[in-house]
T-cell receptor, first 115, second 113 residues
């Protein structure tokens, strides 16, 4: 089974801090994704990466950046955390395919609170 | 760009009763369609997917979904729900020329004894 591991289940940070959320997958997947999940809004894509050092903006990239130095690891960075970034963050990975036809495998999420 | 609408925010169903969750999508060509389930405190798990071919697809946990092009719908069904089916369900749509998925807002299912 594919395992996508997010380093923290719960995280509390202060406004203005630089926050790192880490995600590791063990199936050698090319594609990795970061989403945020908010009630009534579903999942919204922040960034995704289709290869090492490659990234593309998703629908809501403002205030975030990402890093993918190794194939198995995809980090989400909140440059200067703000209270409106309090949310559940989900990481996912998928193998290459024709567009989005490969199912994404999700981690258990990190619930981030910014005080 | 593709988009998904799940009209029902919350559904309550009795254990043993049937369940149907609605999903409508917007996309110009034949989409890739997915249903995911999220149990409390966990990530999303794939229930089933549709790419082409038979419009009735079977998934895990006894779920099935039917693709209806004329109605731009991909509704999820289960004939008899179990208490363990209480969860949030997400419909998602993807495209052949894009890695990204667009998710609906989700439907929360409560199962009463």
């Amino acid at each position: 089974d594919v395992k996508v591991t997010q380093s923290s289940r719960y995280l509390v940070k202060r406004t203005g801090e630089k926050v790192f959320l880490e995600c590791v997958q063990d199936m050698d997947h090319e594609n990795m994704f970061w989403y945020r999940q908010d009630p009534g809004l579903g999942l919204r894509l922040i960034y995704f990466s289709y290869d090492v050092k490659m990234k593309e903006k998703g629908d809501i990239p403002e205030g975030y950046s990402v890093s993918r130095e190794k194939k198995e690891r995809f980090s989400l960075i909140l440059e200067s955390a703000s209270t409106n970034q309090t949310s559940m963050y989900l990481c996912a990975s998928s193998p290459p395919g024709q567009g989005s036809n490969q199912p994404q495998h999700f981690g258990d999420g990190t619930r981030l609170s910014i005080l | 760009a593709q988009s998904v609408t799940q009209p029902d925010i919350h559904i309550t169903v009795s254990e043993g009763a049937s369940l149907e969750l609605r999903c409508n999508y917007s996309y110009g060509a034949t989409p890739y369609l997915f249903w995911y389930v999220q149990s409390p405190g966990q990530g999303l798990q794939l229930l089933l997917k549709y790419f082409s071919g038979d419009t009735l697809v079977q998934g895990i946990k006894g779920f099935e979904a039917e693709f209806k092009r004329s109605q731009s719908s991909f509704n999820l069904r289960k004939p008899s729900v179990h208490w363990s089916d209480a969860a949030e369900y997400f419909c998602a749509v993807g495209a052949r020329n894009d890695y990204k998925l667009s998710f609906g807002a989700g439907t929360t299912v409560t199962v009463r004894a």
